[in-house]
């Protein structure tokens, strides 16, 4: 067998590569012919590209559903590409990315959550790679999904589920013990830090993101201003360019749009095993387990 | 009249929300400590950084949380309230 790629396994790979760049070519274009541009200061939320009407509410087709969607669907086919044509024992640049990927993943949640969850490293790498691609996505010129506090609720609720799931797995009764620990009257108490759990998830998120977005925003119009009285006396065109503009605004980006929304995908991921797995102890399950056997033997 | 009152509202939303940011010094002070501590961890013990940065990042995360509480409130009194209150205003008057 040869290792060079034939003429089919390249028509493939480029299919791919449109497939991954062709959503986001479709972001633009939508941000394009529908957002109207603002002069000036403009900070929005998401906006709304058609309302479908719908029995009890309408629902409203904003920026962060569509922007949202663009990753997932590019996301999908760049995982296609990564993986496309990959064998056992040939090292390609894309199967070291990979497999890089996936050890990455798998060892974070085999040391944060137990051997018992190593099936839960593909749900983590989901929410890792969404959750980082959406807030990279406003170095691209789009509206981040996650500063759309809806986007990001939606993980943290689906968070919240699968939380209750394991702490229903050792029984209901069970569960519902575990809010009168250590004091029954602090129950309430109890039942507060556990409803707070996926909000502060959301929360943490959406606000990192959202303070970044705005906080360019302002400086890059303080920067506009400033330039405006400092290089204000050049004649024509020149009096009106922005000059501070240039550069400046990028600095603040790398913190805010790389680093901000890198580390923020981590902490999501990083709380989701950690929440996941302190919801769920091994032992009460299998004495569970044992418990149940032994009553069916009887 | 109107105009003083709707006055009033905007200045008030503007007022509380710079009210509210008043809690970023707590997660300042929080997170200050914990890198500090961190640091001098790293500085004991050179081989265990990559494990002291994971837990300080996620300490500084958890810390941040009300902070970024107060962060909510200011964003939604700024962009969204005033808009509220002029409603509420206006139909309380017609």
């Known amino acids: ?298 | 009249m109107l105009e003083l009152a709707i006055g009033i509202i905007l200045g008030g939303c503007a007022l509380g929300a710079g009210c509210a940011m008043i809690a970023g010094i707590g997660p300042g002070i929080g997170e200050g400590n914990a890198v500090a501590k961190a640091c001098e961890a790293i500085g004991r013990q050179p081989e265990s950084r990559s494990a002291v940065t994971t837990t300080m990042l996620m300490g500084c995360a958890v810390a941040e949380t009300t902070g970024l509480y107060a962060l909510v409130i200011a964003i939604l009194l700024i962009f969204v309230a005033p808009g509220r209150f002029v409603d509420i205003l206006l139909s309380a008057i017609s």
């Not at chain 1, 990455?104 to 949640?109: K, Q």
């Not at chain 1, 303070?211 to 920067?223: F, H, P």
Request: proline share 5%.
């Open chain 1, 1 to 298: 067998m040869n290792n060079k790629p034939d003429l089919r396994f390249k028509l493939v790979d480029a299919l791919l590569l449109i497939m991954m760049a062709l959503p986001v070519a479709l972001g633009w274009f939508l941000k394009v012919a529908f957002v109207t541009p603002s002069e000036g200061i403009q900070i929005t939320g998401a906006s709304v590209f058609f309302t479908v009407h719908l029995p009890i509410q309408d629902l409203p087709v904003s920026e962060a559903q569509v922007n949202s969607w663009i990753v997932i669907i590019s996301l999908f086919f760049l995982c296609l590409y990564i993986t496309h044509g990959i064998r056992a024992n040939v090292y390609t640049r894309r199967a070291v990315m990979a497999e890089w990927a996936v050890e990455l993943v798998e060892g974070l949640v085999k040391s944060n959550m137990g051997e018992f969850f190593a099936g839960m490293a593909p749900f983590v790498a989901a929410i890792l790679a969404l959750s980082a691609f959406s807030s990279l996505m406003s170095l691209i010129g789009l509206f981040s999904p996650t500063s759309d506090l809806n986007i990001v609720a939606g993980w943290a609720i689906l968070v919240f589920i699968l939380i209750t799931y394991y702490k229903m797995k050792c029984g209901p009764l069970h569960y519902l013990k575990s809010f009168a620990e250590p004091v029954p009257f602090l129950a309430p108490l109890n039942i507060i830090s556990e409803v707070a759990t996926p909000i502060s998830m959301a929360f943490r998120h959406y606000g990192n993101i959202l303070s970044g977005a705005v906080i360019s925003v302002l400086v890059a119009e303080g920067l506009a201003g400033l330039s405006h009285i400092l290089f204000g006396w050049l004649p024509g065109a020149l009096g009106d360019f922005p000059f501070l503009r240039i550069g400046i605004p990028a600095v603040l980006s790398i913190y805010f749009d790389v680093f901000s929304g890198c580390l923020q995908a981590f902490i999501f991921a990083m709380l989701t095993m950690l929440y996941i797995g302190g919801a769920f102890s091994l032992e009460d399950y299998l004495a569970r387990k044992k418990a149940k056997a032994k009553t069916k033997k009887a």
